[in-house]
């Protein structure tokens, strides 16, 4: 099993920034992609950043030039630095992982999320 443990929401201004990380733990035998999603009441979860095991990011176009995202300690832990932030960007912030426990084995893993909030 893999165990997802998110931290670094809170609320913060319009115009702020907050950075959220995704420690990953368990039985990893390769790491396949890290994902930051989020969701607010009533909506479906939506893709915020991602980052592949060969380095390759993609961000949600709402995101992009103010997120970015960054894989650290050796690929375990993926970072979701968070700049110039809005009230739309209030959301849960989830941290998904895919990634093989064993040669054959894969799966997609899920942390609790962090609540995020963009108020004044």
């Known amino acids: 099993q893999v165990q997802l443990v998110e931290s670094g929401g809170g609320l913060v201004q319009p115009g702020g920034s907050l950075r959220l990380s995704c420690v990953a733990s368990?039985?990893?035998?390769?790491?396949?992609?890290m994902t930051w999603y989020r969701q607010t009441p009533g909506k479906e979860r939506e893709l915020v950043a991602g980052v592949n095991a060969g380095g390759g990011i993609n961000y949600a176009d709402s995101v992009k030039g103010r997120f970015t995202i960054s894989k650290m300690n050796g690929g375990n832990t993926v970072v979701l630095q968070m700049a110039s932030l809005k009230s739309d960007d209030t959301a849960v912030y989830y941290c998904?992982?895919?990634?093989?426990?064993?040669?054959?084995?894969?799966?997609?893993?899920w942390g609790p999320g962090t609540q995020v909030t963009v108020s004044s």
């Open positions: 998904n992982v895919r990634a093989y426990s064993t040669p054959l084995e894969w799966g997609d893993y």
């Open positions: 368990g039985s990893i035998f390769r790491n396949v992609a």
